[in-house]
């Protein structure tokens, strides 16, 4: 049985940072592409960062750019997302997937390409 369970979640305050983690277990984390979404209130899910199998490629959102960071350790099964100078607009579910599809670091594709997903950590920043 394929389980994602994130942490790290929280309120901040405008400027504000938390790091993000998604254990995994029941799959070979080395195996999948992963990726983090989110999704505001009304808002379709968007991706967020993702990463490559082995961790050598990386997107991350125009939205973000220069503030979050991904990452991921295989040996611990585990994703990253470090989030740095936090925004109102970054309020959000933030769920982590893991998908069998890579894009090549243009962007994480649609949310419908990752088969496994987390039940979500709840990220708000208040100005």
């Known amino acids: 049985q394929v389980q994602l369970v994130e942490s790290g979640g929280g309120s901040v305050q405008s400027g504000g940072s938390l790091r993000l983690s998604c254990t995994a277990s029941?799959?070979?984390?080395?195996?999948?592409?992963m990726g983090w979404f989110r999704q505001a209130p009304g808002k379709e899910r968007e991706g967020v960062s993702c990463?490559?199998?082995?961790?050598?490629?990386?997107y991350v959102a125009d939205s973000v750019e220069g503030r979050f960071a991904i990452s991921k350790d295989n040996a611990k099964n585990t994703l990253y997302l470090q989030m740095n100078s936090l925004k109102p607009e970054d309020t959000a579910m933030y769920y982590c997937?893991?998908?069998?599809?890579?894009?090549?670091?243009?962007?994480?594709?649609?949310?419908?390409?990752?088969?496994?997903w987390g039940q979500g950590t709840q990220v708000t920043v208040s100005s």
């Open positions: 997937a893991a998908g069998s599809a890579w894009y090549g670091g243009s962007w994480c594709g649609p949310p419908n390409d990752y088969n496994y």
């Open positions: 990463i490559s199998w082995s961790g050598g490629s990386a």
């Open positions: 029941g799959l070979s984390f080395e195996d999948y592409a």
